[in-house]
């Protein structure tokens, strides 16, 4: 199994409402993360988990809440966020150490729209 | 803070080479250069990475410069599958990674 998968694609939910985006990956990579890609613009990275714990938050608003409860999985929780929330969130896996001799692999992203 | 500078777009016909520039005059010592390329309504999707020697693999070429300081992807022979954003990024294993603005590559049949 070589893939990242996603779930859901899509999502549309009200700034009042909660909801969780979900990845899963069985390559064996223990570094995971969470990238936000609003249109034409490149990925932006929000937080990185290590071995299962937090390792970076780039300054992400309390509304986003990530959470690794194991090795293979990865949630990022959604809670009160505002219509500018709206964007591709990707998640991608990769393994730990060996320095950047390796290469990520991404999820195809949840297209999410807030209203 | 993207370290690397790529140009916004670039154009090719179809079954032609195609090479991607991009400049890292920062890059240190443990840095390898990795390339990703994004098609429309998917997520990145890795090309290719390498130190100092160039490297090849089934989807592309590495041509990395004798200073590092500049890199070239080469697509050996363009299709209009190979339309997409294509990013350049330095990875050191200390951050992770990040990526610049990217070249949209446009392919003409």
């Known amino acids: 199994d070589t893939e990242v998968t996603q779930t859901p694609k899509h999502l549309v939910m009200g700034m009042t409402n909660k909801k969780s985006l979900k990845c899963e990956q069985h390559m064996g990579h223990r570094a995971m993360y969470w990238y936000k890609q609003k249109a034409k613009k490149p990925p932006e990275l929000m937080f990185v988990?290590?071995?299962?714990?937090?390792?970076i938050n780039e300054s992400v608003p309390s509304r986003f809440s990530p959470e690794c409860p194991n090795s293979s999985l990865l949630n990022l929780h959604l809670h009160a966020l505002q219509p500018e929330d709206s964007a591709l969130y990707l998640c991608?896996?990769?393994?730990?150490?060996?320095?950047?001799?390796?290469?990520?692999?991404f999820g195809s992203g949840t297209r999410l729209t807030v209203v | 803070d993207a370290k690397t500078t790529q140009p916004n777009s670039m154009e090719s016909n179809e079954e032609e080479p195609v090479h991607l520039p991009c400049n890292h005059s920062t890059i240190s010592g443990t840095d390898y250069i990795h390339w990703y390329r994004q098609l429309p309504s998917q997520g990145p999707e890795y090309v290719i990475h390498g130190l100092t020697s160039n490297v090849n693999n089934r989807m592309a070429s590495l041509a990395i410069a004798e200073d590092r300081k500049s890199s070239t992807l080469i697509l050996h022979r363009a299709t209009l599958r190979d339309a997409a954003v294509y990013y350049c990024?330095?990875?050191?294993?200390?951050?992770?990674?990040?990526f610049g603005k990217g070249t949209r590559l446009s392919v003409i049949a």
């Open positions: 991608a896996s990769s393994l730990v150490g060996a320095g950047g001799n390796y290469g990520y692999t």
């Open positions: 988990y290590s071995y299962e714990k937090l390792s």
């Open positions: 990024s330095l990875n050191s294993g200390n951050t992770p990674l990040v």
